[in-house]
T-cell receptor, first 112, second 113 residues
Framework: DSGVTQTPKHLITATGQRVTLRCSPRSGDLSVYWYQQSLDQGLQFLIQYYNGEERAKGNILERFSAQQFPDLHSELNLSSLELGDSALYFC???????????FGQGTRLTVV | DAKTTQPPSMDCAEGRAANLPCNHSTISGNEYVYWYRQIHSQGPQYIIHGLKNNETNEMASLIITEDRKSSTLILPHATLRDTAVYYCIVRAFSGGGADGLTFGKGTHLIIQP
């Protein structure tokens, strides 16, 4: 158990819908990272927050957004969902002074 | 971040040492070598990282060549539970964790009984 909690574990929704994925980082971790893993793309970095502020952006679509709240949990919002958004979405957290990231068990999103 | 090259797959007998190579010939002086692994559909798991000295922890050893252009992850006594995709990642140390890790395709290590 990495200490990073992601909910829900599974999500099935229809095209065009909007969903919210939630992540609770390890205690004391200020950085939260979001990754997408699809069969054909591998693990792709989406976005990073540090202590409530956006720090880095990767291959995140404009239909996707995220935020980190004062209690340090984070949410990833996916809107206007398409079939190709079906994937595993991982959250990871890390401390300030090193870059070891600890991953949650992921949310499996299926868009039908 | 420097690019890494890993073999797509490897086999190893259970109980033997698994040696996973990684080439990173364009590594810069301030870049660390990180290893993660991912057991099927689970979240990636941090294994070890190093700059230029060899490192060892309870999971594995990391051997970095003197010129730092390649490294080897060693699992000393592989078990069936070590079957996973292993990712070698090179990145600069960043105190604020300024960007995410860049995962390549990794090496699929299969431990044979």
């Amino acid at each position: 158990d990495s200490g990073v909690t992601q909910t829900p574990k599974h999500l099935i929704t229809a095209t065009g819908q909007r969903v919210t994925l939630r992540c609770s980082p390890r205690s004391g971790d200020l950085s939260v990272y979001w990754y997408q893993q699809s069969l054909d793309q591998g693990l792709q970095f989406l976005i990073q927050y540090y202590n409530g502020e956006e720090r880095a952006k990767g291959n995140i679509l404009e239909r996707f957004s995220a935020q980190q709240f004062p209690d340090l949990h984070s949410e990833l919002n996916l809107s206007s969902l398409e079939l190709g958004d079906s994937a595993l979405y991982f959250c990871a957290s890390g401390k300030r002074q090193n870059t070891e990231a600890f991953f949650g068990q992921g949310t499996r999103l299926t868009v039908v | 971040d420097a690019k890494t090259t890993q073999p797509p797959s490897m086999d190893c007998a259970e109980g033997r040492a698994a040696n996973l190579p990684c080439n990173h010939s364009t590594i810069s002086g301030n870049e660390y070598v990180y290893w993660y692994r991912q057991i099927h559909s689970q979240g990636p798991q941090y294994i070890i990282h190093g700059l230029k000295n060899n490192e060892t922890n309870e999971m594995a050893s990391l051997i970095i060549t003197e010129d730092r252009k390649s490294s080897t992850l060693i699992l000393p006594h592989a078990t069936l539970r070590d079957t996973a995709v292993y990712y070698c990642i090179v990145r600069a140390f960043s105190g604020g964790g300024a960007d995410g890790l860049t995962f390549g395709k990794g090496t699929h290590l299969i431990i044979q009984p």
